[in-house]
Structures are given as C-alpha cells and as structure tokens.
C-alpha cells in the first residue's frame, strides 16, 4: 500500500555533500513521523534525523552537519548531508509512520535503503 524509494547515494570523499531523497506513494493517511536511519556494516540500524510532533531531531553524530526537510507537494523526504565523513558510511533507509485514525495504530514502513560511501 505505501512504498517509500531512497535515491540520491553514492561515493563521496571526506567533506563532501550529499542530499538522499525518499519518494513516498501509496495509501498515505495520518503522518505521525518520518525520518531517516543509517546501517553500517555489523552494525545496528540507527536513528539519523526524524520529524514529528512538529520538531526535528538529530543523533548527536551528525547535529549541526545533516538537515532533515520535506517536500508535501511532492511527497517526498530529503537529507542534505555535508562534511560528510568516513564513519557516515552506511546504507541510508527513509521511514514512514503513519497513524491509523480508527484504531490509532502506528505502522510503519521502510524503503530500500540507498548506499553512502565517505572515502578518506
């Protein structure tokens, strides 16, 4: 019903930039959060920048360096990555809650991720 498309990775040497994108289509109701997380090899998928309840939040990795911003016209999510480094390595995946209005469930979804390499 709701599928989410990351694009905009790739390979970028130290203190470079890079802007992910996430496209969201399908049976989109109530918004309840979205944001991205990041997975690095062996590693545990981690919370990188989310928006709900009206706010931002950023891991403190990456406060200061990433921004999280949306698109409504275009349903679409971005990460505006700079000074990227070798440890923001890792598969970037967009994600979705959304908030059944009838039961006030949450679900939520999950793109395919999207590679970003940080040479040294």
């Known amino acids: 019903q709701v599928q989410l498309v990351e694009s905009g990775g790739g390979l970028v040497q130290a203190g470079g930039s890079l802007r992910l994108s996430c496209a969201a289509s399908?049976?989109?109701?109530?918004?309840?959060?979205m944001g991205w997380y990041r997975q690095a090899p062996g590693q545990q998928r981690d919370l990188v920048a989310t928006?709900?309840?009206?706010?931002?939040n950023y891991a403190d990795s990456v406060k200061g360096r990433f921004t999280i911003s949306r698109d409504n016209t275009k349903n679409t999510l971005y990460l505006e990555m700079n000074s990227l480094k070798p440890d923001d390595t890792a598969v970037y995946y967009c994600?979705?809650?959304?908030?059944?209005?009838?039961?006030?469930?949450?679900?939520?979804?999950w793109g395919q991720g999207t590679q970003v390499t940080v040479s040294s």
């Open positions: 928006m709900s309840r009206g706010s931002t």
């Open positions: 994600n979705l809650q959304l908030r059944n209005p009838a039961t006030w469930a949450i679900t939520s979804y």
């Open positions: 399908g049976n989109i109701f109530t918004i309840y959060a």
